[in-house]
């Protein structure tokens, strides 16, 4: 009878690893060996061997056994520490996952230079009435590149008028809405400017993803003009039968400001044509080199 080939000194720490590795597995689901062996087809007597470390064990027959305790049979062999089970159960599902989520999970695992997660994107923030939209248009036609009112987003997805939108959803679904379509832009665009709308800032977790994903910019205006504006937008709201109203607009600048100031530039566009102040726009992002995904 041939003796047993001896087991070369190197695969004697993979031998012991791979024993500590399937019991561990088996303890973890609460398995008797015996049961092991029916599942796998493995005998015990083999099963007792492997985990003793005192022998070796066929590729065929350590596949029969990883299957059975539901794990991957690289996962038994290989140096690095086993992944727990959540770090399992989750690179499960990123595989599973379409391309797009696993995208954005990179994204936001990667410690990624932050100028890199913004790329080529500007979003103009800024109340209601300072000139986001048709300042936020105009530049991107001169630059020739795509320019999205959030808003109109949040209807086109909806497939309704923003009004019924917040009729149905109230202000706290159309919050959710507003980040939803914030997180579709990121991912459909890498180049354009985005008009959000001034309330925006109220949700921090929205407001957060636009910071971090855009080349922001305050869009700014006086009290004053920024009612004018939107009166002269066909919205008499702001001023009818109600004479406190310039007040609470001014409380509200006061409130936002704030968060508004967390923008990376701004322009003020108070008493100003607005060929001006699509000039000082373009001339902010052509200093910052927005567009060059560079950064200041």
């Not at 696993?102 to 990667?110: F, K, T, Y």
Request: with cysteine; hydrophobic share 45%; glycine share 8%.
């Amino acid at each position: 009878m041939t003796s047993p080939k001896p087991i070369p000194d190197g695969a004697i720490p993979m031998i012991a690893r791979l024993a500590t590795r399937v019991r561990a597995a088996r303890e973890a689901l609460g398995l008797p060996r015996r049961e092991l062996s029916e599942r796998s087809g493995v005998s015990p007597r083999y099963l007792a061997q492997l985990e003793a470390g005192e022998g070796n064990i066929s590729v065929i027959l350590l596949e029969r056994v990883a299957t059975a305790l539901n794990v991957r049979i690289e996962e038994l062999l290989s140096e690095s520490p086993p992944m727990d089970g959540d770090v399992t159960r989750v690179a499960r599902l990123y595989q599973a996952a379409p391309a797009q989520v696993q995208g954005r999970v990179r994204a936001l695992l990667a410690p990624q230079n932050p100028v890199a997660l913004r790329a080529q994107r500007i979003c103009l923030v800024g109340l209601r009435g300072a000139g986001k939209s048709t300042l936020g248009r105009m530049a991107a036609d001169k630059l020739k590149i795509p320019f999205v009112e959030l808003n109109g987003e949040i209807e086109a997805e909806a497939g309704m008028p923003l009004s019924e939108v917040m009729a149905l959803y109230g202000q706290d679904g159309y919050r959710a809405l507003e980040a939803e379509a914030v997180s579709r832009i990121v991912s459909r665009h890498d180049k354009l400017i985005l008009a959000v709308a001034g309330g925006i800032v109220t949700d921090e977790a929205a407001y957060d993803m636009v910071l971090e994903r855009f080349h922001t910019i305050w869009v700014r205006t006086s009290p004053g003009e920024h009612m004018a504006r939107v009166r002269a937008q066909g919205d008499l709201r702001p001023m009818e039968g109600n004479p406190a109203a310039m007040d609470q607009l001014k409380s509200l600048l006061a409130t936002r400001a704030p968060a508004y100031e967390r923008s990376m530039a701004q322009v003020d566009t108070s008493t100003k044509p607005v060929s001006t102040s699509v000039n000082e726009l373009l001339a902010i992002i052509a200093k910052h080199r927005f567009l060059e995904g560079l950064g200041p």
